[in-house]
Nanobody, 118 residues
Framework: QVQLVESGGGLVQPGESLRLSCSAS????????MGWYRQAPGKQRELVAT???????NYADSMKDRFTISRDNAKNTVYLQMNSLKPEDTAVYYC????????????WGKGTLVTVSS
């Protein structure tokens, strides 16, 4: 099993920045990709960004210019740096971990709430 714990959410004003952290523990040896998803009120959950163990990143088009995902494999931690935050970024942000072997599995954290409001 893999356990994921998000942190760093909170209330921020438009235009400000925030950094989220996701700490992974447990049987993380086969985890290949980690990422962030978010779900805004009344909307579907959507991809924010992913990063592989080797550091390859993938972003949703709407996030790429403002958000940066990074990974510290030694600390089993993934970060999401969010800049120039907008009210539409308000959402619960979920950490995800993916493995393919020995069987395909996805793991999710409980989420951390980011509220962007003046």
């Amino acid at each position: 099993q893999v356990q994921l714990v998000e942190s760093g959410g909170g209330l921020v004003q438009p235009g400000e920045s925030l950094r989220l952290s996701c700490s992974a523990s447990g049987n993380i040896f086969m985890v290949e990709t980690m990422g962030w998803y978010r779900q805004a009120p009344g909307k579907q959950r959507e991809l924010v960004a992913t990063i592989t163990r080797g550091g390859s990143t993938n972003y949703a088009d709407s996030m790429k210019d403002r958000f940066t995902i990074s990974r510290d494999n030694a600390k089993n931690t993934v970060y999401l740096q969010m800049n120039s935050l907008k009210p539409e970024d308000t959402a619960v942000y979920y950490c995800n971990a993916d493995q393919r072997f020995p069987r395909a599995m996805n793991y999710w954290g409980k989420g951390t709430l980011v509220t962007v409001s003046s």
